[in-house]
């Protein structure tokens, strides 16, 4: 059946992303972030207006030792209805045989790809940069720290970022609610 996403575009809706293959072993530490959740967050950078944005979040697989991940955004107004479209990211969540650290790859549409290296302490997860790689044609980014944990039943994350000759600067943050899985 096809539904609209929160700026009104067209897409499949969600079936239950738990089911078909078993989730691989690797994974279970990361069993709760299975799933689609949507949400509200708040971003802001030096030199860049304050903003407020709309989000989804898709952690799937497909019984390999690895979550794919999918997320996309769109910046929102005072009522939250969608202004434009906002980041993307798509990328791989692959959990180490000491299934406490997690390796997660992402590209961005926008010309940069980013590998992050972090732990996983029961539904907490914290992630830095080991290496970020961009185009010519990219913004300058250097490096991130990620923290993603599942709080009240929510997905809660927070983004820092270090780019355009800043230091390591709150970015982004958000509380979404899971729709699916």
Aim: net charge negative; aromatic share 10%.
């Amino acid at each position: 059946m096809t539904v609209t996403d929160p700026a009104g575009y067209p897409y499949e809706e969600t079936h239950d992303l738990r089911s078909g293959p078993n989730l691989h072993e690797s994974l279970l530490g990361l069993l709760p972030y299975v799933g689609v959740w949507r949400g509200t967050g708040k971003g802001g950078y030096p030199g860049i207006e304050d903003f407020d944005y709309a989000q989804e979040v898709r952690f799937s697989h497909d019984g390999r030792p690895f979550l794919a991940y999918e997320a996309r955004s769109w910046i929102i107004d005072a009522e939250g209805r969608p202004i434009r479209p906002g980041a993307r990211e798509t990328g791989w969540w692959r959990v180490q045989s000491d299934e406490d650290t997690v390796e997660v790859l992402l590209a961005h549409p926008t010309g940069f790809v980013e590998v992050y290296v972090g732990s996983i302490d029961g539904l907490k997860v914290e992630l830095s940069t080991d290496a970020v790689v961009r185009t010519a044609t990219a913004k300058e980014v250097s490096a991130n720290h990620r923290l993603y944990g599942i709080v009240e039943g929510d997905l809660l994350y927070a983004v820092d970022m270090a780019a355009m000759g800043h230091d390591l600067t709150p970015h982004m943050s958000a509380r979404l609610k899971r729709i699916a899985g």
